[in-house]
């Protein structure tokens, strides 16, 4: 309040800092004091801690940089080469979110002298910190980066080979199917002109020469059998003497009838020509499989190259998860870069957090202390000035009230004495009524009777 009213104890401790208090001074120094929420004629009493917090106002100002740094920094290394355009814009609108959140918090705690005074800094250091890790993760990026993009770059090729080597399994050269197996259920490549075909109609072919075989064989077989039982009947020794020669017996004939019979009925002949068929379809389809099998295998790793060139590009796209993963295992390979790790972990926290931090180190200066002084004494004066203003409110509402009370009175006073004219003007006409009425009945009882006068009537009709 630049015309606040001062009882006289302020204005005796107000004068006798006003004569110790410094000229006021302009530069930066007082824009950086002015952006952190100081107080000028306060600090004017103390000329001494100016330079004091004109540092505080450089160290907000340098921690809002480094979070414009550090976000130009994530963002180049996120986006893979941003235009510098975009850099420079986010880095700015970052640096000043950093620099009004940190002013924000250093602000909110000059003056604090109390025992509350923690209790205040505590929760926006909390606040620092967590702004500090937002803060400290890309810069750690940056300095870890040829170690992450190595790490990365192994694995990258790692995953990139056993998922190639997983087409490979999932996807054999000889063409056998894998789609009944769970761990293939994704990596089947769909390459047609697998020779498994091939040696499925071999199997076919092969199987329906085998049943054609055995029809043969078993035919042969009896044939063999009943030309050998008709040869044993039609030989020498079981000639018949007919007529004076020797001839055939009748099983004989019978047996050779039989032969006769067999081997015309089963048509061998035509069976045989198919199994040779057969074996020719063989022969053409096994020397297919092993050409095919070879323009399978190229299709298959045709496929399966195109396939990992796929993955790897998509593996290049890392993100901020994968940097951060790849930034742990570095860290926790060995004990150096886990040391060096934590080590400019923590410094870039205190640095990001060094706002709050630097005031809770420097503690209460000689500013805070008259600044609280000053705060209490502005609200002390407020509180008089509410009070007065409440007291001079409230007596204008009484003064109110009793002008109302007493118009009230008069008003009330002014209608009872109309209602008392209104009923003596009443009374008098009511009177007056009577009056008349009782001449008009003593004129004529006068009139009816004039030697006997009405008792009480005579003294008022002779006046």
Same mark, same amino acid.
């Given at each position: 309040?630049?015309? /606040?009213?001062?009882?006289?104890? @302020? ?15 302009? +530069?930066?120094?007082?824009?950086? $004091? ?64 950093? &620099? ?10 000059? +003056? !604090? ?33 040829? /170690?992450?993009?190595?790490?990365? @770059? /192994?694995?990258?090729?790692? *995953? ?29 490549? +769909? ?56 001839? %055939? *017996? ?33 022969? *053409? ?25 796929? !993955? ?26 886990? &040391? ?24 209460? *200066? ?49 209608? /009872? ?5 209104? $009923? ?27 030697? %006997? ?8 009709? $002779? +006046?």
């Amino acid at each position: 309040m630049g015309t /606040e009213r001062r009882t006289p104890r @302020a204005r005796a401790e107000a004068g006798s800092t006003d004569r110790d208090a410094a000229p006021p001074r302009r +530069g930066p120094g007082r824009l950086l $004091r002015g952006q952190i929420g100081v107080h000028e004629p306060i600090l004017d009493r103390v000329p001494a801690e100016r330079v004091l917090y004109s540092r505080y106002g450089g160290i907000v100002l340098a921690t809002s940089l480094i979070g414009g740094v550090s976000v130009c920094l994530a963002l180049d290394s996120l986006l893979g080469g941003a235009p510098v355009w975009a850099l420079l814009v986010t880095g700015t609108i970052w640096t000043v979110f950093v &620099f009004l959140v940190d002013s924000w918090l250093v602000s909110g705690t000059h +003056g !604090k002298v109390t025992g509350n005074r923690r209790r205040a800094l505590l929760p926006r250091f909390l606040l620092s910190l967590l702004l500090g890790l937002a803060l400290a993760e890309p810069l750690l990026f940056q300095v870890f980066a040829p /170690e992450m993009d190595k790490y990365l @770059a /192994e694995d990258r090729e790692e *995953t990139a080979q056993v998922y190639y080597r997983n087409l490979l399994r999932c996807n054999p050269a000889d063409g056998t199917s894998t789609e009944n197996r769970p761990d293939c259920a994704k990596a089947q490549l +769909g390459v047609h002109g697998s020779p498994a075909t091939l040696r499925t109609q071999i199997s076919a072919v092969e199987e329906q020469l085998a049943k054609l075989s055995g029809h043969i064989n078993a035919v042969d077989k009896q044939q063999a059998k009943l030309e050998a039982t008709s040869n044993e009947l039609c030989s020498r020794k079981n000639y018949i003497y007919v007529n004076g020669g020797r001839d %055939i *017996t009748q099983q004989c004939r019978i047996a050779r009838e039989d032969a006769r019979i067999y081997r015309d009925g089963n048509n061998v002949d035509e069976d045989r020509t198919t199994a040779t068929s057969l074996r020719s379809r063989i022969d *053409t389809l096994t020397s297919g499989v092993k050409p095919a099998t070879e323009e399978y295998r190229a299709k298959v790793l045709d496929a399966a190259q195109a396939k990992r060139e796929a !993955k790897e590009r998509e593996l290049r796209a890392t993100g901020l998860l994968d940097r951060a993963e790849a930034l742990w295992a570095v860290m926790t390979s060995a004990f150096y870069p886990c &040391f060096l790790g934590v080590v400019l972990h923590l410094l870039l926290l205190v640095l990001d957090s060094l706002p709050v931090l630097a005031k809770l180190m420097g503690g209460v *200066t000689r500013y805070d202390r008259l600044l609280h002084r000053h705060l209490e004494s502005v609200e002390r004066m407020y509180e008089v000035e509410r009070r007065a203003v409440e007291d001079r409110h409230r007596e204008d509402l009484e003064h109110q009230l009793a002008v109302e009370r007493a118009r009230n009175a008069e008003d009330r006073e002014a209608v /009872e004495h109309e209602l008392a004219r209104a $009923r003596a003007r009443r009374e008098s006409e009511r009177r007056a009524l009577i009056d008349n009425l009782t001449a008009q009945l003593a004129g004529e009882d006068i009139t009816m009777a004039p030697t %006997i006068p009405a008792p009480g009537f005579a003294g008022r009709g $002779r +006046g």
